[in-house]
């Protein structure tokens, strides 16, 4: 992340909304000038379009005499990433379903290159860059531990249940640019999508049903602060709506974390309620499993820490580190025999990460 740090070259970021698009820059892995927000007049090609590039262009212009190296943005899938194609079923970007070619057409009107990529995968390789993975790595580096991690999946809760993967160090795209967590089983209800009991709809469900109160036109938000006791309502139904929640995430988690074997970090105005998120993700995560034979087993094999717990990260940090001797010589080597995983909520946010992604991943491929 030192090398983003100090790097004087600008990139072009959007922040691609159904609503609004946001245009910035960013430089030396921070926001550079003002921002400057459009209509996207999503369901509109032609306004669209031409909102893009009266966006950029402006960026551009407010400038001046430097100039950018590159556009760098997410949009939301499906898509054809490395070639900036999008196309298919886009709720938010309804005029795009047929397909349009993005990229090629911001590159020929700006003459830089553009790299389009989806949101998860931006967050998660932001976190890892200058996020969730550095933090904890300076954080074992500190309490003395040799310990160091590389690989992270990262989380978003919202309207969807996002991801996305980096392996040490570098963005696991897929071949199909389609790393997915939304249609994972649902544990409850197998041939449901997990994404309709972790997202903001799951929350909202699941409070009217325990609630009674099924017509409701409450937010996670609100739902929240009723789980604080700071508005009123089913106190013991908000907390268990976000406790279900939880649990059903880490049922994935667990099976994305057996796979890729590294940190997990989760983002988005959800974990606001993380107090209320974090149990039932644990629970999960820890849960046990069964041979035919009956003999128990750990769902994840690794063992799983809360790093958001101090009590937790010095147990993680510590480890079960002891020395033992080279065969044959007085030699000692240390020897670490625990396999551990951490879970934690993005410190930098969702925004931030992404836009941070968006950066590294332009510079990452124009240094290639």
Same mark, same amino acid.
């Given at each position: ?16 909304? /159904? ?33 893009? +590039?009266?966006?950029? /262009? @402006? ?16 949009? &939301?899938?499906?898509?054809?990433? &490395?070639? *900036? ?7 938010? %970007? ?20 553009? %790299? ?41 809760? *919202? ?14 795209? /897929? ?5 997915? @967590? ?93 107090? %209320? ?35 937790? %990260?010095?147990?993680?940090?510590? *480890? ?20 551990? +995983? ?27």
């Amino acid at each position: 992340m030192s090398d983003i740090r100090n790097d004087s070259r600008i990139v072009l970021t959007l922040d691609a909304g /159904g609503t609004n698009l946001v245009f910035g820059a960013m430089k030396g892995g921070e926001y550079y000038g003002e921002t400057l927000t459009l209509p996207s007049n999503a369901n509109n090609l032609d306004l669209c379009l031409q909102a893009m +590039v009266l966006g950029f /262009g @402006t960026i551009i212009e407010r400038l001046g005499e430097e100039k950018p190296v590159a556009i760098s943005f997410a949009f &939301p899938g499906p898509a054809d990433y &490395p070639n *900036g194609i999008i196309g298919g079923f886009l709720p938010n %970007f309804p005029s795009f379903r047929d397909g349009v070619a993005l990229g090629p057409f911001l590159k020929e009107k700006f003459g830089v290159p553009v %790299f389009i990529n989806n949101d998860g995968d931006l967050y998660a390789y932001g976190e890892a860059l200058g996020g969730a993975l550095p933090e904890i790595n300076a954080k074992l580096a500190e309490a003395g531990s040799a310990k160091r991690y590389h690989n992270l999946i990262g989380y978003t809760f *919202g309207t969807g249940f996002g991801v996305g993967t980096v392996i040490d160090g570098r963005l696991n795209r /897929g071949d199909n640019s389609c790393v997915e @967590t939304f249609c994972l089983k649902h544990p409850d209800w197998p041939d449901i999508i997990v994404e309709d009991g972790v997202s903001i709809r799951a929350i909202r469900r699941v409070y009217g049903e325990l609630s009674g109160q099924k017509d409701h036109n409450l937010s996670p938000k609100d739902i929240g602060a009723i789980a604080r006791g700071e508005a009123p309502g089913d106190k013991e139904a908000a907390i268990k709506a976000f406790d279900k929640m939880g649990e059903v995430a880490g049922d994935a988690m667990a099976t994305a974390v057996t796979l890729i074997d590294g940190l997990i970090v989760i983002g988005g105005g959800i974990m606001n309620n993380a107090e %209320f998120l974090m149990p039932g993700i644990l629970r999960s995560m820890r849960a046990k499993m069964h041979l035919l034979t009956g003999e128990e087993l750990d769902r994840v094999q690794m063992k799983v820490y809360n790093l958001d717990n101090a009590s937790d %990260f010095e147990d993680f940090a510590r *480890g079960d580190a002891r020395t033992i001797k080279v065969y044959g010589s007085d030699n000692e080597v240390v020897y670490d025999p625990q396999k551990r +995983v951490g879970v934690m909520r993005s410190k930098i946010g969702a925004s931030k990460a992404i836009s941070l992604g968006a950066y590294a991943f332009a510079l990452a491929e124009l240094d290639k």
